[in-house]
């Protein structure tokens, strides 16, 4: 199966699912990996590293800052030329946006957010979850070339193989676009949510401890500082339910749920969090999940395997010196 796998990047860093679809991608055999943008040679050379065969290079000042329109463009003018079977992406934004466009393009379709594949005779049969992630479903895409966007930390990522190299291939861009990029600001720094393994979250009752003798807004810093500081110790992310966000708590950037990001952490700790079900749909994929809440009745015990009923900030102190402990610092 003649494969292609687009990396997807900011400024030249990739996001760390590009190399699990890269990795996915292998398993058919050959690989091509589709690298755009604007002084990305490095990026290039970490395609091979992480196992690309051929690494198909469009490398284009019109091209530094992500508009949809040229590269899409750039991808269905390549796809139409090399005649792909299947091209892989990772979830994100960029990524299911293009896979979209050039479904269009090439009268083809797209499965979006597939959490496995499997080879069923000469069938591609993907698994995506539906219903708000109480359902998987397994269904396939018949038109050629198939797009499919592969949601992250659902699949294993890559050993690097430093030096490795590959044939590269140097092709032209598709400059013409309806929109310019005027500016933009930058996002906070720190573990990114989407890749994160470990994610520690707020929720609405980081703001409840009358004992504190604060305001809401000034109980919540400190809720959250407990929160941010387990999730620095343990290497991950911070994450926030939407009522934390709606209150102004937190930036949205943090939102977890079905109108923020669905996470797949190897550890999701909900710290008053309720757990409603626009909440649950974001982290139905995480492989463990611990709650702190003083309601014994909240919804989020429900997919918790462990579960405290108590104030977060008598426990998430209690969680993070015991960490400290175990882990020398």
Request: aromatic share 8%.
């Amino acid at each position: 199966m003649k494969t292609w796998v687009y990396i997807d990047h900011f400024k030249g860093e990739a996001v760390s699912s590009s190399w699990e679809a890269l990795g996915v991608g292998k398993t058919f055999g050959p690989v091509s990996a589709l690298v755009f943008g604007s002084g990305v040679d490095a990026l290039a050379q970490a395609a091979f590293e992480f196992g690309a065969d051929e690494v198909l290079l469009v490398d284009d000042p019109a091209l530094a800052d992500f508009r949809a329109e040229p590269y899409a463009a750039t991808l269905s003018a390549l796809a139409q030329a090399g005649s792909p079977e299947l091209v892989l992406l990772p979830t994100t934004f960029r990524a299911r946006e293009m896979a979209a466009m050039s479904a269009i393009d090439l009268n083809s379709g797209v499965l979006v957010d597939v959490t496995a594949l499997e080879m069923s005779g000469d069938e591609l049969v993907a698994t995506r979850p539906i219903y708000e992630g109480k359902l998987h479903e397994k269904t396939a895409c018949s038109a050629r070339p198939q797009f499919i966007t592969l949601r992250g930390r659902a699949f294993p990522r890559p050993a690097r193989q430093a030096g490795r190299t590959g044939t590269l291939t140097r092709s032209a861009a598709q400059t013409g676009a309806l929109t310019n990029v005027e500016g933009y600001s930058a996002g906070e720094s720190g573990v990114s949510i989407n890749d994160a393994g470990v994610v520690v979250a707020g929720g609405r009752g980081v703001s409840n401890n009358p004992a504190l003798g604060l305001d809401e807004k000034a109980t919540a810093e400190k809720g959250f500082a407990l929160v941010g500081e387990l999730a620095a110790l343990l290497g991950g992310a911070i994450g926030a339910s939407r009522a934390a966000v709606d209150a102004g708590f937190i930036p949205y950037s943090h939102q977890v749920g079905q109108t923020g990001k669905v996470v797949s952490p190897d550890l999701y700790i909900a710290a008053g969090i309720s757990g409603s079900i626009q909440h649950i749909v974001g982290i139905r994929s995480a492989k463990l999940v611990v709650a702190i809440n003083k309601d014994a009745e909240a919804p989020i015990f429900s997919v918790a395997r462990y579960g405290v009923v108590g104030d977060l900030f008598t426990y998430l102190p209690l969680i993070t010196a015991a960490f400290k402990q175990r882990l020398g610092k």
